[in-house]
């Protein structure tokens, strides 16, 4: 037999969650339970059709706003035909069903440590991060008289601050619905087995009326090294992958920035640099056009010209700094360690996510003997005689008696300011004068087109991560089950990554949906299951002689006050929290 359960995806992105309960499979008592996606709603037009591609499940654009915080969020007022969504609209979206689970995850840009606490208080984010009562008031009115079994509120973990009174008002509006809940934090990563860490917030409510049944944690996986994941992509650039795992096209000073980055550091080891030892250009400070001054030396004449641009004195290194820049910038991640949390604003150049990669897979790269095609000097020690041949070893010399000169120009680099040599039928390096002393060397700013393989100290190419593989570590599959290739609607990279770093990664979702289905599935039975990853919702225990009532902690501190050598006894729990306190027991049995 299979059942099937149907969930709402409110804010629903691209559709990362989604996949994840379309993939979940649930089975109890020979009853296999699975989800159906009644819809995702979305502001963003791009991310519904990406949600409808992946998902293959229906998008509507709907904007949540009322309209009091459009015009806060917006600076403006609304378009001309536009209106506040009701929740007639919201069933009207579900085709009038009724969901059985609802899951939101709302904008986080105003909850984020990435944007600064001031900006955070101002009218136009907190109009943003109000949409998240917004958006469970719409679900409890529209489904009022058949309320989902469960309601999930997922989120950035600085939510419980800088959201601290609107989850307030969540807490209040479910727990007046007859929902128990519960709030806390998980690693995306070890729910789904992910190649990167992402820490979230994940707010859980279970409707007591409808679902009898506790529900458990998903049980924590190995989190992933970077390499293992991307690992089996074909290089950067392959064309078969598509737009999507194009490498960026960065400056040629960021490409030399990440180079001498060590794998694992970010900017900070820039610093630490000695110009020399790369022969790197050195200008000194404080001099010339955009010079900045020392601000513990004497400063440059004060000119009747002082300006930043045509000046020697318009600018100073100020120590009086009272910030930090954030950790992260150029970061070079470790080709064997786990990503950190891919955001959405993955950006090589200015990002603290993860943005570039120590990849150790040179294109074209030989893992020969280091002595393959050595040539010793002709006045040093040679290396000991051993059996092999030219390829292999080092049987080849420096000879000065040189008495000849070779013909038709083996080698030979030709000036760039004079007549080419003759070309010839035989024109490679090898054989003619097939080689030129290019001056063009890259500008600062300019952006090599195909990128550079700057070899860094390790061995390894710094390079930024391509777009499908940021996907890949969310968790997304390079191709969808009926056969296309992973892609997203649009034409620009900022934005797929935007999208991408707002997903929730699907085989997290997955996790946490079949231990849903789990108790949607016994619930159904009038039953209850023992688990064994501790609890995620259970009903609120309350004592009889005080009247408290205690969160999911509180649980076992009362069953270790009884018994404190059998907090596992399943009969011994139920007799002290349902016998001798009186409560009525869920169950049938």
């Not at 949540?64 to 609304?78: I, N, Q, T, V």
């Not at 939510?159 to 690693?187: C, M, N, P």
């Not at 996510?353 to 002709?378: E, F, S």
Request: charged share 20%.
């Amino acid at each position: 037999m299979t059942r099937e359960f149907t969930v709402l995806h409110l804010f629903s992105g691209i559709g990362g969650a989604a996949l994840g309960f379309q993939q979940a499979v649930g089975e109890y008592k020979g009853v296999v339970g699975r989800f159906r996606t009644l819809a995702g709603i979305d502001v963003d037009a791009e991310a519904c059709a990406d949600f409808e591609y992946i998902t293959g499940a229906p998008a509507i654009q709907m904007d949540l706003f009322s309209r009091a915080d459009y015009k806060s969020f917006h600076g403006h007022e609304p378009p001309p035909g536009w209106q506040e969504v009701t929740a007639g609209d919201l069933l009207a979206a579900t085709g009038w069903e009724h969901p059985d689970v609802v899951f939101l995850s709302p904008p986080c840009k105003g909850f984020s440590g990435l944007l600064p606490a001031e900006k955070s208080r101002s009218e136009k984010y907190q109009a943003l991060n109000r949409l998240v009562v917004r958006g469970l008031s719409l679900v409890v009115e529209a489904y009022q008289d058949d309320l989902p079994a469960v309601i999930m509120l997922e989120n950035v973990p600085r939510i419980t601050s800088r959201g601290e009174y609107l989850l307030r008002q969540v807490k209040h509006l479910l727990g007046k619905h007859g929902y128990a809940f519960h709030e806390g934090f998980h690693d995306c990563g070890e729910l789904g087995g992910l190649g990167q860490h992402r820490k979230r917030y994940l707010l859980i409510a279970r409707l007591e009326q409808k679902m009898t049944s506790f529900i458990y944690k998903p049980p924590v996986k190995r989190v992933k090294s970077i390499g293992e994941i991307i690992g089996p992509l074909p290089m950067p650039d392959d064309p078969r992958m598509g737009l999507l795992h194009r490498l960026p096209r960065l400056q040629w000073k960021t490409w030399v920035r990440l180079a001498l980055i060590p794998a694992g550091g970010d900017w900070r080891d820039l610093q630490e640099i000695a110009p020399e030892q790369y022969r790197l250009e050195y200008i000194p400070r404080g001099r010339g056009p955009y010079g900045v001054q020392k601000w513990d030396e004497p400063a440059a004449t004060v000119i009747g010209n002082a300006s930043f641009k045509g000046s020697n004195a318009a600018c100073i290194a100020d120590p009086r700094l009272n910030h930090i820049p954030r950790d992260g910038f150029y970061r070079v991640q470790r080709w064997e360690g786990p990503s950190t949390t891919v955001t959405a604003a993955a950006n090589a150049s200015r990002s603290n996510g993860a943005t570039c990669i120590a990849d150790p897979r040179l294109p074209n790269r030989d893992n020969r003997h280091p002595a393959v095609y050595q040539v010793v000097r002709w006045n040093e020690l040679g290396p000991c005689v051993t059996g092999t041949r030219f390829g292999s070893g080092a049987p080849a010399v420096a000879d000065p008696r040189l008495s000849c000169r070779p013909r038709n120009g083996t080698y030979k680099v030709q000036a760039w300011d004079q007549p080419s040599a003759t070309v010839i039928g035989a024109s490679d390096i090898h054989a003619g004068a097939a080689a030129v002393a290019d001056p063009r060397i890259p500008t600062d700013n300019e952006r090599p087109d195909p990128p550079p393989v700057i070899v860094a100290l390790d061995g390894t190419w710094h390079r930024p991560l391509t777009t499908l593989e940021l996907a890949v570590l969310q968790g997304f599959p390079i191709s969808l089950p009926n056969g296309q290739p992973l892609k997203l609607a649009g034409k620009s990279d900022a934005r797929w990554r935007e999208r991408i770093g707002n997903a929730v990664p699907p085989p997290a979702a997955k996790a946490i949906a079949e231990q849903i289905l789990s108790a949607l599935l016994v619930s159904e039975k009038g039953e209850w299951v023992l688990g064994y990853t501790g609890f995620w919702v259970h009903e609120n225990i309350a004592s009889v002689r005080t009247g408290k009532f205690f969160a999911t902690e509180g649980l076992r501190g009362i069953l270790k006050s009884f018994c404190p050598d059998m907090i596992s006894s399943h009969i011994l729990s139920k007799q002290i929290l349902y016998g001798q306190e009186g409560l009525k027991w869920p169950g049938k049995d």
